[in-house]
């Protein structure tokens, strides 16, 4: 019954936009908690009748990020393919993790919807069906160098939870062009809990306020704090963490020992890599 | 004298309708937390769901939920699915089951140390304590001995005194309250064992038939498999839910006549 309901919906309303979902955060380590969010953004969305969430992408930030306790990219990327081998949807990346610097969360978007233009643009050079279609795309995809979001074309989002909504009033963690950008030409789909309340934080920035409608909000009705600190909380004490993370994971935390005391004093010393590339900006004027 | 641990078996009693992720944490929380104390070995346990019998809104069979917890605890090499509450023809009081598994445990015991107890049932066995039997719950169980006609004033008594209570709970102060207001908890507080996870976790089955009713995805709540059951045998619609709806729950009727707890004694 819900495959027949599905297929309705796509024939009838072929104007769904396409949407890929993409997360960037330190995933040290992925829990269940994240996994849930992009199945809650794909169920409001397609919920919508508007969109077809195509694909979930998980970008794990690059080791130069300098957040304490974070442990290399290369466990990180490893444990968030083995927590999403059971999805049909949702990928890892790990092009952000391997670049040497911090990368600014923009600069991933623009990284990631570039190629998604790009895989569309080579899709429809196959499809000789969608001819019509195919010229469109190209005319779009000579002009997309300003990165424009085409109206019929695929769309990214940026998939986060209020408290990434909320980080953008931090002082010199985000360039304000880069949240303009995010969220006028992109978009963002924030998933909340109760007790939070991203409109009211909406409301208090013009910006944000400007975009309001490329701003998703996603209520959680069932809270769940469970966080990735927490896990690290209960492994440094030798406590279980089955059913918080996937099996998989949990089992590749065992066998490599990952997530002690040391490992959480990591960068203990360090400025978060923001902080100082945007302080260095401001100083040197 | 070397400190000796009690083996320790967690029995689970409830709906699981369906089970999910919580409940199994509910096992994997209670163990640590025992084992952190330097008294207890927790060897087993146990996730007994109640039988049809039982009444509850939107319980769907039996066989089902059994199958489904067996498909979820698959991979957990220390807890185990029992039917025997599931098969008994009417609903089962709590200590009831709680005395036919320790009934169980002790037969176990006795074929492995080959010995005989006394007419009394006692051993006199320092080298390999009796295995104690606990009900493993959570904070809503607990007040639940506060709900009318759902519990008989011995079987309290009965269930903290002879076995003893691990009760999981998640954020809230709740579980403190409830011992602090029940006098016959307060009693016995020593053998009501309280486990706190530290941040909230408020996923319920409630919740996750509430989201399969609407199609939405509860993947990462309850394992793959248990998802791919639900899926395959059409579980849990509106129809399911609204079974036994203005039935009253099978306690508050087979206790009827009995004396009735008061929590306020």
Known sequence: ?285 | MASCRAPLVLLACGSFNPITNQHMRLFELARDHMHSTGRFEVVGGIVSPVSDGYGKQGLVPAKHRISMAKLALQSSNWVTVDEWESQQPDWTETVVTMRYHHGQILKEYEQSAGRHSDTSGNFASPSSPFPQLKLLCGADFLSSFKTPGLWLEDHVEELVQRFGLVCVSRGSLQPERAVHESDTLFRHRRNVFLVREWVRNETSATEIRRALRRHLSVKYLIPDSVIEYIRQHELYTEDSERRNEGTALRPLIKQAHQPIKSLDD
């Not at chain 1, 969430?53 to 970008?59: D, H, L, N, P």
């Open chain 1, 1 to 285: 019954n819900l495959l027949a309901w599905a297929f309705w919906r796509l024939i009838y309303n072929p104007t769904t936009s396409k949407v890929v979902l993409l997360a960037c955060g330190s995933f040290n380590p992925i829990t269940n908690v994240h996994l849930r969010m992009f199945e809650l953004a794909r169920d409001h969305l397609e919920d919508t009748g508007q969109y077809s969430v195509i694909k979930g992408i998980i970008s794990p930030v690059g080791d130069a990020y300098k957040k304490k306790g974070l442990i290399e990219a290369s466990h990180r990327v490893e444990m968030a393919r083995l927590a999403t081998e059971s999805s049909e949807w949702i990928t890892v990346d790990s092009w952000e993790s391997q670049q040497s610097d911090w990368v600014e969360t923009a600069k991933v978007i623009r990284h990631h919807y570039e190629e998604l233009l790009a895989r569309e643009h080579n899709r429809d050079n196959v499809d000789t069906v969608k001819y019509t279609k195919k010229r469109r795309i190209e005319e779009n995809y000579i002009a997309s160098s300003v990165h424009h979001r085409k109206r019929d074309g695929p769309q990214l989002m940026l998939l986060c939870g209020a408290d990434v909504l909320e980080s953008f009033g931090i002082p010199n963690l985000w360039k304000q062009e880069d949240i303009t950008e995010i969220v006028g030409q992109y978009g963002l789909v924030c998933i909340t809990r109760c007790g939070g309340d991203p409109y009211k934080f909406i409301n208090q920035s013009d910006d944000l306020w400007k975009y309001r409608k490329n701003i998703h909000v996603v209520h959680e009705w069932v809270t769940n704090d469970i966080s990735a600190t927490h896990v690290r909380r209960a492994l440094r004490r030798g406590r279980s963490v089955r059913y918080l993370l996937p099996e998989s994971v949990v089992r590749y935390v065992q066998e490599h020992g990952l997530y002690s005391a040391d490992s959480e004093q990591k960068n203990a010393d360090v400025v978060l890599a923001p902080f100082q590339k945007y302080s260095d900006a401001s100083t040197s004027g």
